[in-house]
C-alpha cells in the first residue's frame, strides 16, 4: 500500500489509534493484503489482490466504499478496513456495499477509533449480499475515549446465500461507549447459517441501544444471534433480540447475557419469536443480574478487594 504524500501525517495519527484499537497497522501495508485506511471522509490509502475489486467515493461529507469479490475467491489473509476520526467535533458518515460471489472466503476486521473526540457522530451503513456456498466473517472492534462523546449510529443489512455462513461480532469494551444504536439484520436462504454477536461495557452515563434480528426464510437456515451487556455505574441500554421462523425445518436462537454493576442502572432485554411455518423452531434464553456473588467471594478469599474481582470477572467474561 502507498500513503497518499499529503495524508503521511495524518497516517500518523491514524496508526497510534489503530494500535490502541488492537490492530496491527504494520500488516495493512504488505501487498499480499487488502487493506483500505479511512480517516474522515478520506482515502488515505488502500491495496487489494487479484479477484477483490474495491471502489471508493469521497466528498467532504461522505465516503462510500464498494467491495466486489469474484466467485470462487479465496482471500488467505483477513482484508483490513481501518477507519479513523481525528478531531474534536464533528460527523463521519460511511457507507459500505459488499457483493460477495459466490464459493468465497473471506474475512474481514475492522477497526474504529476515535481518540480525540469531544463530541462527534459516526453513522456506518452497510449492505452486503453474500452468493451460494460461501465463508465470510466480520468483526468490528471500536475504541473511543474515556472523557469525550462518541454518537454512534451503525447498520448491519446481510443477505446470506444458499449454504452459505456468516458470522458477524461488533465488539466496544476497551473505552467509554458514549450514545450507540446498533442494528444487525440477517436474512437467511436455503441451508445458510449465521452467527451474529454484540459485545459492550457501559461505564458512566453511556446509552446503547442493540437491535438483533434473525430473518430465516430459507429451508434449513439456522441462526444463533447473542448479545453480552456489562451495565455501571449510571448507564442505560435497550437490548431487542428478534428471530423470524418463516423456512421449512429454520431453527433459531437468541440468547442475552446482561450484567448490572451499579444502584442507578437502567437495562432492558426484550426478545420476540415468532413462527409463521409450522416446521420451524426458535428459542430463546437470557440473564440479567449481578456479578454471581460466589465468583466474588472466592475471589476476594484470596486478597482482591471487590473492585478488583469484579473487573477480573468482567475481563473473564468480555474475553
Not at 236 to 248: H, L, R
Not at 276 to 293: D, P
Request: net charge negative.
Amino acid at each position: 500500500m502507498q500513503i497518499e504524500k499529503n495524508y503521511s501525517k495524518e497516517f500518523e495519527y491514524i496508526q497510534k489509534a489503530y494500535d490502541k484499537a488492537g490492530g496491527d497497522v504494520s500488516g495493512l501495508l504488505t501487498k499480499d493484503i487488502v487493506s483500505i485506511i479511512v480517516s474522515g471522509h478520506k482515502i488515505l490509502g488502500r491495496n487489494t489482490v487479484e479477484g477483490v475489486h474495491i471502489e471508493a467515493d469521497c466528498d467532504e461529507n461522505h465516503v462510500k466504499l464498494y467491495f466486489k469479490v469474484d466467485d470462487g475467491v479465496v482471500v488467505k489473509k483477513p482484508v483490513h478496513l481501518c477507519v479513523g476520526y481525528l478531531k474534536d467535533f464533528g460527523e463521519q458518515n460511511l457507507d459500505y456495499e459488499f457483493d460477495i460471489g459466490n464459493n468465497v472466503i473471506i474475512n474481514f476486521i475492522s477497526h474504529c477509533s476515535f481518540p480525540a473526540a469531544k463530541d462527534i457522530l459516526h453513522k456506518m451503513k452497510s449492505k452486503m449480499i453474500i452468493g451460494n456456498n460461501s465463508k465470510v466473517t466480520y468483526e468490528d472492534v471500536h475504541f473511543h475515549n474515556e472523557e469525550g462523546l462518541v454518537n454512534l449510529d451503525t447498520d448491519y443489512e446481510t443477505i446470506v446465500g444458499n449454504n452459505s455462513k456468516y458470522d458477524n461480532r461488533f465488539t466496544l469494551t476497551k473505552t467509554r461507549v458514549g450514545n450507540m444504536k446498533i442494528k444487525m439484520d440477517v436474512d437467511l436462504k436455503d441451508d445458510a447459517k449465521a452467527y451474529i454477536e454484540t459485545k459492550v461495557r457501559e461505564k458512566k452515563d453511556d446509552y446503547v441501544e442493540i437491535n438483533e434480528i434473525l430473518r430465516l426464510n430459507g429451508k434449513n437456515s439456522s441462526g444463533i444471534a447473542k448479545t453480552f451487556v456489562i451495565a455501571t455505574d449510571e448507564s442505560k441500554a435497550k437490548v431487542i433480540t428478534e428471530a423470524y421462523g418463516n423456512g421449512d425445518y429454520s431453527k433459531g436462537h437468541i440468547e442475552c447475557d446482561e450484567i448490572v454493576d451499579g444502584p442507578k442502572v437502567d437495562l432492558s432485554t426484550i426478545p420476540l419469536l415468532r413462527v409463521k411455518n409450522e416446521l420451524a423452531e426458535l428459542t430463546h434464553e437470557a440473564s440479567v443480574g449481578r456479578i454471581n456473588s460466589d465468583q466474588l467471594e472466592t475471589l476476594m478469599s484470596k486478597g482482591l478487594t471487590e473492585e478488583e474481582a469484579s473487573e477480573m470477572i468482567i475481563k473473564s467474561i468480555l474475553k
